[in-house]
């Protein structure tokens, strides 16, 4: 089992900057990835970006790459998601979550932490 929380969610105006947190616990010697999803309201959860535990290989939705970096300290368990330039359609509740294998499924999921860009 692994357990995922995340933290630092808020309010911000466009243009601003956040980042989230997302601390593991549990086995996560045996993960693969860590991912960020984000579920505005009315819409299905989508992916937002992916980083592997060993060698910090990346990938990000279009529609947030060159504002969000992702990045991990493995000393700490804990992956974060760095926001910039935030627009009010990033609002969303942004969720981590973590994967065993390097396809599939992603097999555990933290609580999730609203993220509000007010225009």
């Known amino acids: 089992q692994v357990q995922l929380v995340e933290s630092g969610g808020g309010l911000v105006q466009a243009g601003g900057s956040l980042r989230l947190s997302c601390a593991a616990s549990?086995?996560?010697?045996?993960?693969?990835?860590m991912g960020w999803f984000r579920q505005a309201p009315g819409k299905e959860r989508e992916f937002v970006a992916r980083?592997?535990?060993?060698?910090?290989?990346?990938n990000y939705a279009n529609s947030v790459k060159g504002r969000f970096t992702t990045s991990r300290d493995n000393a700490k368990n804990t992956v974060y998601l760095q926001m910039n330039s935030l627009k009010p359609e990033d609002t969303a509740v942004y969720y981590c979550?973590?994967?065993?294998?390097?396809?599939?499924?992603?097999?555990?999921w933290g609580q999730g932490t609203q993220v509000t860009v007010s225009s």
């Open positions: 979550a973590n994967r065993v294998n390097p396809i599939g499924q992603w097999d555990y």
């Open positions: 549990g086995r996560t010697f045996s993960s693969y990835a």
């Open positions: 980083i592997t535990w060993s060698g910090g290989s990346t």
